[in-house]
């Protein structure tokens, strides 16, 4: 990818941990990456921007996360206060929320993590064609929408974001790679979304961004159709410049979850670091998750 060999010439420290994980990777792997990254290079052109920005981007948010992680070992807590914080700093600016939306699109074919999450998700969605009814909370960059369009070929799609720069980014992103497919774009805050039901909801990446999440959880319950399904992404000890609720471990994620009323179908935990997973909670390891969910009281009348 064009963006690798940019990155690397910014940062040699990171070109060491890309090529360690690209390194590994299968033909598959490529191909989407490819495909990812030409199709970027297309979006900026017609927006006039260098792509030497996309790669500073990264650098960016890489340092960025690098220096949160050294004030939480330091601190055991978050330091961001407040979701109001971070969308004043973060959420409402045009600079910071497209330096950070881009980084992370690049850290979906950068970071094992990211990936292994993205491909979880696609996973997921290969096997439930026969959606119809389909909501996006927090579309971020837009990638795992557009993996949704390509994979739910009936369903009808709406997305909502607390970010309007995000929400754009999504929709550049959607009317570039996923041509013909329509959606309904709004700004909203997650938290004040009406409980209309529909039959797959997609939350990725939103629970951390929350000052309380049961309310989130139990709303998301809510709005889950009879015999629906819900795919949801968070972090456990995993720093940010936007990250406010702090799960302490995997556990911690799962009982929310169950309290909520739902039931994990299947999850991936991954850690950040080559760390035992009996380790991972007595160190606090950072911990990506994610977790394919049903309403309880529908899997016990099943």
Request: proline share 4%; hydrophobic share 40%.
């Amino acid at each position: 990818m064009k963006f690798v060999e940019l990155i690397a010439t910014r940062n040699p420290l990171q070109k060491k941990a890309m090529n360690s994980f690209l390194s590994d990777q299968d033909e598959d792997f490529w191909s989407s990456a490819e495909q990812f990254s030409k199709g970027l290079l297309e979006v900026l052109a017609k927006k006039g921007i260098d792509p030497s920005y996309i790669a500073d981007s990264y650098v960016k948010m890489c340092r960025n996360m690098l220096s949160q992680q050294v004030a939480f070992k330091r601190s055991g807590s978050y330091t961001c206060a407040h979701p109001e914080d971070a969308y004043e700093s973060v959420y409402s600016s045009e600079s910071e929320m497209s330096s950070y939306m881009y980084g992370l699109a690049l850290s979906q074919f950068l970071w094992a993590n990211h990936y292994a999450l993205f491909r979880f998700y696609k996973d997921i969605c290969s096997r439930s064609p026969s959606i119809r009814n389909y909501l996006e909370i927090g579309p971020g960059h837009g990638l795992f929408l557009i993996e949704a369009m390509r994979l739910l070929p009936d369903a009808r799609f709406t997305a909502i974001d607390i970010s309007p720069v995000s929400l754009r980014i999504s929709q550049e992103f959607v009317g570039h790679f996923a041509q013909g497919r329509e959606c309904v774009f709004r700004v909203q805050d997650a938290r004040s979304i009406a409980a209309e039901q529909y039959d797959f909801i997609s939350m990725c990446e939103v629970l951390e961004h929350l000052d309380e999440t049961m309310p989130m959880l139990r709303k998301l319950h809510r709005m889950t159709a009879p015999g629906g399904r819900v795919f949801i992404t968070t972090c456990a000890n995993c720093p940010a410049i936007d990250h406010t609720y702090l799960y302490d471990s995997v556990g911690h994620i799962q009982r929310e979850l169950n309290d909520a009323g739902f039931v994990i179908l299947e999850d991936l935990p991954l850690a950040v670091g080559d760390v035992p997973e009996y380790l991972w909670e007595t160190r606090r390891e950072e911990i990506n998750y994610a977790a394919w969910l049903a309403r309880a009281e529908d899997m016990s009348r099943a």
